[in-house]
């Protein structure tokens, strides 16, 4: 059985902690649904990348990214709260486009389900 590394550990930690604080902030802010997808650590666990996908009107999906990015020392420093460690890892937002690319794929499957059954 393989053991977890602690950046893989701190990882999942940063991303509950993250998902927890900002589902009901982001709620009351932007329309849509903001979903902390994957936390990615360096090595030396100095810098957090914190990926996140987004379901709402494009032009919603800059002014999350605004807001994220001004307030990630505030989220840092929440998060670092519940961690116990010397050096709290310093946070950057990225948009995770999987979810918005599954979704894509699986409408042009049923549109080719729909124009096969036209055809049979």
Do not use: C, W
């Amino acid at each position: 059985m393989k053991q977890y590394d602690r950046a893989t550990r701190l990882g999942e930690q940063i991303l509950r902690d993250v998902s927890e604080l900002m589902d009901v902030e982001l709620k009351d802010q932007f329309p849509g649904l903001v979903t902390f997808t994957y936390v990615k650590l360096t090595r030396d666990l100095r810098y957090a990348t914190v990926y996140f996908s987004f379901l709402g009107k494009p032009e919603d999906r800059p002014r999350i990214e605004e807001y994220l990015d001004r307030e990630r020392r505030r989220i840092r420093a929440m998060v670092g709260r519940g961690l116990r460690m010397r050096h709290i890892p310093e946070f950057s937002f990225k948009f995770d486009p999987s979810i918005e690319e599954g979704m894509r794929i699986e409408q042009l499957l049923n549109e080719i389900k729909s124009d096969d059954t036209e055809n049979d």
